[in-house]
Nanobody
């Protein structure tokens, strides 16, 4: 069983930066893909970024490309999301998730989810 725990959320002004972390516990060796997702009130959960844990290839949604960077530290079983130039529309609960068989940015594909960390960006 794998458990994911996010941290690093907070409140910032537009243009600010935050770094989200996701710690993975348990049997993490077989994880193939990890991703960051977000969900704003009244909206569907959307994929923000994903990374192939073996090859390192990454995916970003158009809305965050050039502003967010996903990275991993395999030694520490950690996943990160560095966010720059934050905008009010980035306000959401952010979740990390893990997938075993392939890599995807589709929320329904992911099996294990963290509890989320709130990011609030004020204008």
């Amino acid at each position: 069983q794998v458990q994911l725990v996010e941290s690093g959320g907070g409140s910032v002004q537009a243009g600010g930066s935050l770094r989200l972390s996701c710690a993975a516990f348990g049997y993490t060796d077989s994880i193939y893909c990890m991703g960051w997702f977000r969900q704003a009130p009244g909206k569907e959960r959307e994929g923000v970024a994903a990374i192939n844990t073996g090859g390192g290839s990454t995916y970003y949604s158009d809305s965050v490309k050039g502003r967010f960077t996903i990275s991993q530290d395999n030694a520490d079983n950690a996943l990160y999301l560095q966010m720059y130039d934050l905008k009010p529309e980035d306000t959401a609960m952010y979740y990390c998730a893990a997938l075993w068989d392939y890599c995807s940015a589709v929320p329904d594909d992911f099996r294990i989810w963290g509890q989320g960390t709130q990011v609030t960006v004020s204008s």
